[in-house]
């Protein structure tokens, strides 16, 4: 199971400029919180963006200290194209190359839950095909600018089933299971792929 678990404002927003994430009072990661809290408990390992970690990094404690209010505790693995820059942070495992990263990251979770933290490692584990639940928690605020769930477009489009909707305090949640295109859609995809392409090559002229 791969899956993201974000607080977002309602106009899609997961972090305000500069990455600030003082408007979410941190609600999403109170463990007192029962979605949040049985999030946390099936988390076996975190698989995060440098852009995550260079924020977190800048808390007390440290970038996994803090992850769901310090409640929680496992291997985090960063994706990031320097690994040599973390190599001094030894509370994380930095990788390179994002299938060796999932692979890893399984490996790690032993069975549980791998968990997305960063919007442009999310948009990219949902255009692999890997992404199997999204959970958000939408706090009642107007966010105006900041990062975006999946950062920056384009994203691809992916169909979801609702799974749960609930609250916690102030919070809306949201469960989403990532759908997956059936056999005879996917066939469809790829005859449609190939009309695509056979109809934009140049045509000979006519004697």
Do not use: C
């Not at 924020?55 to 310090?70: C, K, L, N, R, T």
Request: glycine share 12%.
């Amino acid at each position: 199971m791969i899956r993201l678990h974000v607080a977002m404002s309602l106009d899609g927003f997961i972090a305000g400029p500069g990455h600030d994430m003082s408007w979410t009072g941190g609600a999403e990661y109170d463990t007192s919180s029962e979605l949040a809290d049985q999030v946390a408990r099936s988390t076996g390992v975190v698989l995060a963006g440098r852009g995550w970690y260079d924020v977190a990094s800048a808390d007390e404690g440290g970038a996994v200290a803090g992850i769901y209010g310090g409640a929680w505790s496992g291997p985090v693995l960063v994706l990031t194209h320097h690994p040599e820059r973390l190599a001094s942070d030894t509370t994380v495992e930095a990788v390179s190359d994002l299938g060796t990263a999932l692979a890893r990251a399984e490996e790690l979770a032993d069975g549980r839950a791998v968990s997305i933290f960063g919007a442009d490692v999310a948009r990219q584990v949902l255009e692999l095909g890997r992404l199997d639940e999204i959970i958000v928690q939408i706090v009642p605020l107007i966010l105006g600018d900041g990062v975006r769930l999946f950062g920056e477009p384009p994203t691809p489009q992916v169909r979801l089933e609702r799974t749960y909707v609930g609250e916690s305090g102030t919070l809306t949640d949201i469960r989403f299971r990532v759908s997956r295109p059936s056999t005879s859609e996917a066939r469809l995809d790829l005859i449609n792929d190939g009309r695509d392409a056979t109809l934009s090559k140049p045509q000979p002229d006519g004697d």
